[in-house]
């Protein structure tokens, strides 16, 4: 029986600020506006007089305004979608240092998106949101880092940007670091280390590492081998669409009495109940 395992790399979803950052007070009356209408809160919602106002203060230089903009542009919101002019304004708004739009600008650059595929390009935005403590890029730089791309290959630098976003509670790069510590990249192998992250990352319902969590337990992995164990978490990753996970739960069922089974899936109800 062959149980396939997880590990999540450089994850390029795009970011943007949402209307919980505008706290200006001052100079900020067109940018709180555009929220307005674009939310309908007091105004009829009215997605091209929402873009009318984020480009007034994107063009007076308000970075989330740009950021924002960008996203109305990317998901063609109010106007037709355009990846390059989503870049040009999250580019105005990273070269004032703007965390999310860096990311963004990254993320382009890496996935080829509105701009020319360049990964080393990818990693110098990465970088500089990843610097001002940004979980997202961490967790890119990490996996750009892991798969020598844009970058040597170097799995202790890998590790480093991993555990930065995981020690903040991202979740996705906790998995990427128990990964780390589970085949010994980076890191010295430590079974326990890698349950450790995995857990972090299962409670906030991370499939994959469910799934990598179910492994450890069918394998007996630095825990003693308990197909009940694995059977709850591969069920867990299964209801949340992993197919992987159900075809490793469907292979350890086979070698459960109908009991276990029963006592497995009850488990995995009281732990969906606990978490959700």
């Known amino acids: 029986m062959k149980l396939k395992s997880l590990f999540l790399g450089s994850v390029t979803a795009l970011v943007v600020t949402g209307a919980q950052a505008v706290v200006q007070v001052h ?6 506006l555009d ?3 674009e939310n309908g809160r007091g105004v009829p919602q009215d997605k091209a007089e929402a873009v009318k106002w984020y480009r007034k203060a994107a063009e007076q230089g308000d970075a989330t305004a740009q950021t924002n903009l960008g996203r109305i542009y990317l998901l063609g919101l109010g106007v037709p979608r355009d990846d390059g002019e989503a870049v040009k304004w999250w580019r105005r708004a990273a070269e004032q240092g703007y965390a999310d739009a860096q990311f963004n600008v990254g993320a382009m650059y890496e996935s080829g998106r509105g701009v020319p595929q360049d990964k080393v390009e990818a990693v110098k935005w990465y970088r500089m949101a990843a610097e001002q403590g940004d979980t997202k890029a961490q967790n890119n730089l990490g996996g750009m880092y892991k798969k020598g791309e844009g970058v040597p290959r170097d799995s202790a630098e ?6 930065k976003a995981a020690e903040q509670g991202f979740a996705k790069a906790q998995n990427n670091l128990g990964g780390m510590y589970k085949k010994g990249e980076g890191v010295p192998q430590d079974n ?4 450790k992250w995995y857990r ?3 409670k906030q319902g991370v499939a994959d590492a469910q799934n990598n969590l179910g492994i450890i337990n069918a394998k ?7 197909n009940v164990l694995a059977y709850m978490w591969f069920n867990l990753a299964a209801a949340l669409n992993s ?6 739960r469907d292979l350890v069922a086979k070698r459960m009495t109908a009991d276990q089974i029963f006592e497995a899936q009850r488990m995995a109800r009281e732990w ?4 959700h």
């Open 35 to 37: 929220h307005m209408h």
């Open 158 to 163: 890998a590790v480093k940007w991993y555990r």
């Open 27 to 32: 100079a900020k009356a067109p940018f709180n």
């Open 192 to 195: 326990a280390e890698a349950v």
């Open 220 to 226: 007996g992995q630095g825990v003693p081998p308990d």
């Open 272 to 275: 969906m109940a606990m978490h």
């Open 200 to 202: 972090k990352a299962a």
């Open 243 to 248: 197919e992987t996970a159900r075809k490793n």
